[in-house]
């Protein structure tokens, strides 16, 4: 839990930090991906209770472990198709950069 929390802690200063934009979106991906392959690990094996993702957070403000579950699947969610589409984004606005200074070069 501790290297996890690390890892998350330092995408999240990369994302803050960086000026350019495109290795926060990439790192978010990343490790958004990697937390996809985890649920889905979870399901191949058979889990079917609720992650603790949030520790006793759950517990600490109110909301059953179900509830939680379900919120942090969709912050899940979010992340991904955010940062795939963010990256997909700055892909084609790069691109669209180099076409444009091809054709003025030529």
């Not at 839990?1 to 926060?24: H, N, Q, S, Y």
Request: with cysteine; glycine share 10%.
């Amino acid at each position: 839990m501790f290297a996890a929390g690390t890892l998350e802690l330092l995408v999240a200063a990369i994302c803050f930090f960086d000026k350019l934009r495109v290795p926060g979106h990439f790192f978010t991906a990343w490790l958004a991906t990697s937390f996809l392959i985890y649920r889905i690990g979870l399901w191949w094996i058979g889990w079917r209770r609720p992650c603790h993702c949030l520790g006793d957070f759950g517990d600490a403000i109110g909301i059953s472990s179900e509830t939680a579950d379900a919120i942090m699947k969709g912050v899940l969610a979010y992340l991904l198709m955010g940062s795939y589409a963010s990256l997909f984004w700055l892909w084609r606005q790069r691109n669209r950069m180099h076409g444009v200074a091809a054709t003025q070069s030529a």
